[in-house]
């Protein structure tokens, strides 16, 4: 998928990279099982959310999003809808599209369009929309603007398949309106991780006929339960580092 070799992409962005590791047999599964869903229901625009932080919503709607462009006829985007805590474009290398318009500028000033907000990086397969830059609408005003149904109308009109990173849904609810405006949701789970408790209560907020399945990232590295710190986050600060207890 990545089309430049001279940039260099995380090992864990499997669908990126030139030779597939094993891990990126779970990405053809669900592009196998999202493409099966489109034949049946039309289906078009997914969304990628888990219960916590840290789960590996970012790693998989990448991953996916480069699975689903593998098939060249196929017309990809991927948006990065965590506003609160955006972080694809940072992770594929595209920093310098955080400073122009994205999707909060759109949310916050309908007169942009999705043509104005979409790009297609030269390195991939997919388009991209980024989270875009502040604007005076908190997050959650934002993703709760008709303007965001307008857009998804607007993408799926102009790309075969729409890619959706969300934020968690225990502890903003951004991620339960998003639902409301795709076609399907995949959850994520960190594999040895993600409490399964809090599995269970994740799920009580999604559209049962919405999930389309769960996806285990198995992340091996201890992570410390850190999502109560979420609530409480500006925009944009820095992620807390995963690191070992
Ligand atoms: N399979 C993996 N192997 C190694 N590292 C991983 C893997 N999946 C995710 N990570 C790392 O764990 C961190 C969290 O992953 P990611 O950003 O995908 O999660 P997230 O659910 O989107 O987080 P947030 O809730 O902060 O948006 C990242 O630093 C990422 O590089
Ligand atoms: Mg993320």
């Known amino acids: 998928m990545l089309m430049n070799n001279s940039l260099a992409v995380e090992e864990?962005?499997?669908?990126?990279?030139?030779?597939?590791?094993?891990?990126?047999?779970?990405?053809?599964?669900?592009?196998?099982?999202?493409?099966?869903?489109?034949?049946?229901?039309?289906?078009?625009?997914?969304?990628?959310?888990?219960?916590?932080?840290?789960?590996?919503?970012?790693?998989?709607?990448?991953?996916?999003?480069?699975?689903?462009?593998?098939?060249?006829?196929?017309?990809?985007?991927?948006?990065?809808?965590?506003?609160?805590?955006?972080?694809?474009?940072?992770?594929?290398?595209?920093?310098?599209?955080?400073?122009?318009?994205?999707?909060?500028?759109?949310?916050?000033?309908?007169?942009?369009?999705?043509?104005?907000?979409?790009?297609?990086?030269?390195?991939?397969?997919?388009s991209l929309i980024a989270a875009g830059r502040e604007t005076s609408m908190s997050p959650g005003e934002l993703v709760q603007s008709t303007q965001f149904e307008e857009l998804m109308k607007q993408a799926r009109e102009q790309f075969d398949y729409v890619v959706v990173d969300t934020t968690p849904l225990i502890p903003v609810s951004d991620a339960r309106v998003i639902q409301q405006f795709v076609d399907g949701v995949v959850m994520v789970v960190a594999a040895n991780k993600t409490p399964k408790r809090l599995v269970g209560e994740a799920l009580e907020f999604l559209i049962p006929s919405k999930v389309l399945g769960i996806v285990f990232n198995s992340d091996d590295r201890p992570l410390k339960e850190y999502y109560s710190y979420y609530s409480s986050r500006p925009r944009r600060s820095p992620a807390p580092a995963l690191s070992a207890r």
């Open 12 to 126: 864990h962005l499997v669908s990126l990279v030139a030779a597939k590791p094993p891990e990126f047999e779970q990405y053809l599964t669900l592009r196998h099982q999202i493409d099966q869903a489109r034949r049946r229901t039309g289906l078009a625009v997914v969304a990628v959310t888990s219960a916590t932080m840290g789960d590996g919503k970012t790693t998989t709607s990448i991953n996916l999003a480069g699975a689903l462009a593998q098939n060249r006829a196929s017309k990809v985007l991927l948006i990065d809808a965590d506003l609160r805590s955006p972080s694809v474009a940072s992770r594929l290398g595209l920093e310098k599209m955080n400073e122009l318009p994205g999707l909060a500028d759109s949310l916050a000033d309908s007169s942009i369009p999705l043509a104005q907000i979409a790009r297609r990086p030269p390195e991939f397969r997919f």
